[in-house]
């Protein structure tokens, strides 16, 4: 059998030896074949302490406008979540529901996280304050702080940056979402503009028509004439 390992708990479970519950935080011994077991089982009588989980409060600003956009999506959709990157760490957004703990307010969390307190990052109110445990870095708040400031900006930002929607992570593949930032479907979801259809810029068509022009006049010494482009022999100077 595989020696039991020390180390600390990530989630709440069982005790295999005692029956009684473990807390997360606590001090355990595990391994693949038993599961986890107290390092000092309450039924010996010493058992330790629950572990105390500290919060820390950061202000954000009001976040009345994020809320808004959650409530348009979940018009439609059970679980609305935003994915933000903050400097290649990606987390997401969600509402808590009705049965949590503390319903109805935004939560953070660790994106492809489990279900312990090592991927929670915390809960913002409608006012911005912002309850988290420490240990959060200044790039989450920073990409909090952008969301609240100016939410499309920050929801296109993600677009741009990965390619993917930051509602249903799917692909960017049409012009004009690319262009945006999020998909036409998730705009009308969460309440969001989608933008005007691209043109094609004139600036860019003529260039490329002199440039050709150019090139044949060197080729050929002759002169071109191409719609309104006219490029003239070198020795008519």
């Not at 939410?151 to 593949?173: I, M, Y």
């Not at 090139?215 to 010494?221: L, Q, R, S």
Request: with cysteine.
């Amino acid at each position: 059998m595989t020696a039991l390992k020390s180390m600390i708990s990530k989630y709440n479970g069982k005790c295999f030896r005692c029956d009684s519950k473990i807390l997360a935080g606590s001090q355990i011994e595990w391994s693949k074949e038993t599961g986890a077991k107290h390092k000092v089982c309450p039924a010996a009588g010493t058992a330790e302490a629950a572990p105390v989980k500290q919060t820390y409060t950061t202000e954000l600003g009001d976040y009345t406008a994020v809320y808004a956009m959650f409530e348009s999506a979940g018009k439609t959709s059970k679980f609305p979540k935003i994915t933000i990157n903050a400097d290649g760490f990606e987390f997401y957004l969600y509402m808590s529901t009705m049965v949590s703990k503390v319903p109805g307010v935004i939560n953070v969390k660790k994106k492809g996280g489990g279900y312990g307190h090592l991927d929670w990052f915390g809960r913002i109110t409608t006012e911005g304050t912002w309850t988290h445990r420490a240990g959060v870095d200044e790039r989450r708040a920073d990409a909090l702080s952008r969301l609240q400031m100016d939410p499309v900006a920050a929801v296109a930002e993600f677009g741009k940056l990965c390619g993917r929607c930051c509602f249903c992570n799917s692909s960017l593949s049409d012009l004009k979402s690319v262009d945006v930032g999020y998909g036409p479907i998730c705009a009308k979801k969460w309440g969001l503009p989608h933008g005007k259809k691209a043109k094609p810029s004139k600036i860019k068509v003529a260039d490329a028509q002199i440039a050709k022009a150019v090139a044949e006049v060197m080729t050929t010494g002759k002169p071109v004439i191409t719609g309104s482009q006219v490029a003239w022999d070198q020795s008519d100077g």
